[in-house]
Nanobody
Framework: QVQLVESGGGSAQPGGSLTLSCAAS????????MAWYRQAPGKERELVAS???????NYADSVKGRFTISRDIRKNTVYLQMNNLKFGDTAVYYC?????WGQGTQVTVSS
């Protein structure tokens, strides 16, 4: 059983930054695709960013140029650096590695 534990959520003003972390049990970060999803109130869960075992990264159009996904294989941790935050980024952010989900961490962008 893989465990994914997110941290780093919180509140930020528009234009601000936050960094999310996802600590994984076992050495899965090196061998599995790791992803961040988010779900805003009343909306479906959507893919934000992913990183494949070979390092290929993909981003949702809405976050390209603002968010960066990265990983530390030694620490079995995946990060999501979020810059220039917008109101529309408010959501619960989930770490995902098929078929496992983290518990989610809230990100709120407000002035």
């Amino acid at each position: 059983q893989v465990q994914l534990v997110e941290s780093g959520g919180g509140s930020a003003q528009p234009g601000g930054s936050l960094t999310l972390s996802c600590a994984a049990s076992g050495s899965i970060v090196r061998i599995r695709t790791m992803a961040w999803y988010r779900q805003a109130p009343g909306k479906e869960r959507e893919l934000v960013a992913s990183v494949a075992p070979v390092g290929t990264k993909n981003y949702a159009d809405s976050v390209k140029g603002r968010f960066t996904i990265s990983r530390d294989i030694r620490k079995n941790t995946v990060y999501l650096q979020m810059n220039n935050l917008k109101f529309g980024d408010t959501a619960v952010y989930y770490c995902y590695s098929e078929p496992f989900w983290g518990q989610g961490t809230q990100v709120t962008v407000s002035s």
